[in-house]
């Protein structure tokens, strides 16, 4: 019935202060209050309904799409939110669009590479947006090696421009979200050619499209690329190719006309380039900073496909009657705790690095401003290396959370199916998830050669095994006089074990702070240790094979997990709804806040276009037929 909380003897269950664990998840009171107050001000507006998407057709979706971008801009602009509101509203508002790239890639990356006049000239507009941006770097024959992209940006100097141009098919821009129908600038990564002479890849700043008309620009040649994985999905995003003939743009990111103070290179008046005495490497940038996003946002997604099967579990009821009393709550099998503690324990696990990223980010920018490049390396590697670890555990944990929810977290109205077709494109977009842990492993092996087999003694006491493996793993391969293409299956082997070392020791630091609210700490404590616990059980040939731990720890690891799901069974509800996520959000019947599954998933059934008919078209045209053959025909 609608109004009673059918979850509310589970949340009775509760042993901590479940509003003190929001606050704890949020990150702070301030951050709590945001999140809390925005995310219901876009569930109670009829603007930002998303349940009808799956029926849409593509064209109808994007111009949805678009209505709602300029739904949000408009509600942003009449409430005078804050840049911290404005981008909990796209957040909640959760639809991919030409807007996340805009704000996610296109600012960032004037912000972060733009000298001040270009700063000055752009940020203005594009915060106004009066003008739309995207970064389009990925080309159609090249998007993990950047170095061999294939446009270039020859520069004039008799009349100071720059000519950028697409000299081959495979140099197309192509992937570019925001591109393909709305971008009217792009940051366009290009080769840059001054005097004859090419000094590899920079950043430009490119109008595509007219401001009065929305026309390409004289030389430009833009579209979509087309459909992509899943129906609704990623299909409300503009994914374009763009072609450049001699294009003349006379604004570059990286340079001015005018020599001044840049971060990567100049050309002056007269033609000259000067690269500065800064890592090329600075260049990427803006993709270290949207990597270390990506974590944060890993365990958004992860928390919210558990959330849906961790209540959807405490509902569901299959099996083990007694006496004709109630079946038993799947929630209460050894095998879907099993499977479903561990991606609650990593939800909170990835939350907590994620915060630590965000620091390392802004510690080594603080650095880079202070022309201290000495942690870029270890930033770079942490950026590239735990995008890697939590895209892929996230998305192969919300496709065990869809079959933690049986047949019905098959269905669109759960949810899942959704969730996984947006989410999963992140293994690969801001760097395919192998090729950046081969960053990382180039990262280990450089630091194992300089430091010898300790790669790190800054870990906390509870990491002694997880270190061990990692060093193992290392000497094992540089051991080997074997080149690194030859071991780097292997390396990367390695570098997934160094990104879990760094997870289990930031989620212990963590612990070592002050935590307020009852019980919240103990509850952490018992996530933390199934985070580890499940990836030693995991990996025990791993820590069996240093010597680190015997036969019989791997054993009392395993009966040490299942206590510890134990302890998690009862608190499970509450430690989801400390996610404080709304059911709009959420967007899924199974994960409903009040737990009444059954009857909304029968309503929504009749709500489905092919039901507005009770026979439906196409029936009279080929069945009808069909059924009215022959009685011959009946014999075969
Ligand atoms: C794979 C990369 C990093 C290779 O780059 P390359 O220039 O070829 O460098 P090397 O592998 O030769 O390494 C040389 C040296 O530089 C260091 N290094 C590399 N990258 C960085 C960095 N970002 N910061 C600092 N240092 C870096 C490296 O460690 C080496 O150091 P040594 O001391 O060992 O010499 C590069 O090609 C790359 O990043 N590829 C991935 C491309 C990518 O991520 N594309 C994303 C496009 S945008 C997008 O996908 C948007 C999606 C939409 C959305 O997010 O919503
Ligand atoms: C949804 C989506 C949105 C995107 N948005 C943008 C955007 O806004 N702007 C933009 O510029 N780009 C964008 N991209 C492009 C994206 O950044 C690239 O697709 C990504 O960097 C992977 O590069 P690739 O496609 O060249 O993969 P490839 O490198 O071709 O990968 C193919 C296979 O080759 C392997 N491989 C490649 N190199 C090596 C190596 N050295 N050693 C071992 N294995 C290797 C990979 O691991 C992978 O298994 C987007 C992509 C997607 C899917």
Redesign the pocket.
Known sequence: MEGVDHLAHERNKSEFDVDAMKIVWAGSPHAFDVSDRISKLVASDPGFRKDNRSTLSRKELFKNTLRKAAYAWKTIVDLRLSEEEAAKLRFYVDE?AFT??HW??FIPAIKGQGTEEQQQKWLPLAYKMQIIGC?A??ELGH??????LETTATFDSQTDEFIIHSPTLTSSKW???GLGKVATHAIAYARLIVGGREHG?HGFIVQLRSLEDHSPLLGITVGDIGMKFGNGAYNT?DNGVLQFDHVLDVYSIAFASIAVMLWVSQVTCEGKYKQSDV????V?????Y??Q??VADASCALSRAVCIATRYSAVRRQFGSQNGGPETQVIDYKTQQSRLFPLLASAYAFRFIGEWLKWLYADVTQRLQANDFST??E???C??GLKSLTTTATADGIEECRKLCGGHGYLCSSGLPELFAVYV??C?????NT??L??VA??L??TVSQLGSRLSSKKPVGTIAYMTRVEHLMQCRCGVQRGFAELSADLVEAAVAHCQLIVVSKFIEKLQQEIPGKGVKQQLEVLCNIYALFLLHKHQGDFLSTGCITPKHAALANDELRSLYSQVRPNAIALVDAFNYTDHYLGSILGCYDGNVYPKLYEAAWKDPLNESVVPDGYHLYIRPLLKQEIRTARL
């Not at 998007?143 to 061999?148: E, I, L, R």
């Not at 890592?279 to 600075?282: G, H, K, T």
């Not at 990427?284 to 270290?288: Q, R």
């Open positions: 991919p996340d790239l996610g890639m970064y770097q990925t998007g993990s090696n950047v170095q061999g992937w570019p979200g890849v995003m890592p090329r490497q600075l990427y940038g803006t993709m270290v949207v990597r996003t990506i870029l390396p930033a770079h590697a950026t590239a494109p992140a690969t977009y801001e760097g395919d090729v950046l081969l960053q180039r990262f092996m450089k």
